[in-house]
């Protein structure tokens, strides 16, 4: 079963950038679907972007022009590039991919934008 292991987060300042990383345990180049989500104190956790191949990818409003994902198949590896930072993208983030052994999540890395 393939693990994920989130990294990147961290303090940033309004208007920064940060870009998150998952790291896949196996190859990533057959999961059809990875995505990154986000869950801020007090609330559900949310789908922030995510790829599937063949289709391509997606990004929740609030982030869209911001945030870009992207997949490095030969580093088993998702990226979550994130601009112009605003504190309510303040959440703890987490990877998901979707295998055949069902949904797998990573621990989550906190990201916290603030001045």
């Known amino acids: 079963q393939v693990q994920l292991v989130e990294s990147g987060g961290g303090l940033v300042q309004p208007g920064g950038s940060l870009r998150l990383s998952c790291a896949a345990s196996?190859?990533?180049?057959?999961?059809?679907?990875m995505g990154w989500y986000r869950q801020a104190p007090g609330q559900e956790r949310e789908l922030v972007t995510s790829?599937?191949?063949?289709?391509?990818?997606n990004y929740a409003d609030s982030v869209k022009g911001r945030f870009t994902i992207s997949r490095d198949n030969a580093k088993n590896t998702v990226y979550l590039q994130m601009n112009s930072l605003k504190p309510e993208d303040t959440a703890v983030y987490y990877c998901?991919?979707?295998?055949?052994?069902?949904?797998?999540w990573g621990q989550g890395t906190l990201v916290t934008v603030s001045s």
């Open positions: 998901k991919a979707a295998t055949l052994g069902g949904p797998v």
């Open positions: 790829t599937i191949i063949g289709i391509g990818t």
């Open positions: 196996t190859s990533i180049f057959s999961l059809s679907f």
